[in-house]
């Protein structure tokens, strides 16, 4: 069982529920505490993890991917929920050294949102939606905001187009087996 330094208790905190009575309590000083509710295990922590080396400022979840992401010094931390040890991945904002203030996930967890204390906004593409169409033998898919697949497996040919500056580029690979 893990104990949270006593000067976390006296600095700032940011919370939020998740789950079947799950807390996650990020502190001002760098410091990630998960706790329960549930009757057998209050007072317990279930987890704790310096996050941010001089300062968290806000903890945010998102059920959809089942992650939990904080933000402090210039960077925003994801980790998740099953595995809370592990560092899913780290952002850094480097345009906004140890101003970040603020941190939300959309419902559907597909944007992770940052705000600053200057007043800037960063928004990050967490999950690339599901975005594909047919037409006879041909599928068309999303396979990032900057490329567009599309695979004839009648032909066995394969395309792919990038976006890059308003220019389209064609790549096609003949055989796809």
Not at 3 to 15: K, Q
Not at 47 to 70: C, E, G, M, P, W
Not at 80 to 93: H, S
Not at 112 to 129: K, N
Request: hydrophobic share 40%; proline share 1%; net charge negative.
């Amino acid at each position: 069982m893990a104990t949270t330094p006593l000067c976390c208790l006296r600095a700032g905190y940011s919370y939020t529920w998740y789950g079947d009575g799950f807390i996650v309590i990020g502190f001002s000083l760098g410091f990630s505490v998960v706790i329960s509710t549930h009757r057998e295990e209050i007072g317990q922590e279930l987890f704790q993890s310096r996050n941010h080396k001089n300062f968290l400022s806000d903890v945010a979840i998102t059920l959809a991917l089942n992650q939990a992401a904080s933000c402090g010094d210039n960077s925003i931390k994801i980790h998740d929920l099953t595995e809370l040890k592990e560092v899913y991945t780290i952002i850094d904002v480097e345009e906004e050294k140890g101003t970040l203030h603020q941190i939300q996930w959309t419902d559907d967890g597909q944007l992770l949102t940052v705000s600053t204390l200057s007043g800037g906004v960063f928004t990050y593409l967490a999950r690339l939606p599901m975005l594909g169409e047919a037409c006879g033998t041909r599928l068309a898919y999303l396979t990032s905001l900057l490329e567009v697949t599309i695979v004839n497996d009648v032909e066995e040919v394969r395309m792919l187009y990038f976006f890059r500056h308003s220019m389209i580029i064609l790549y096609m690979e003949a055989s796809l087996r």
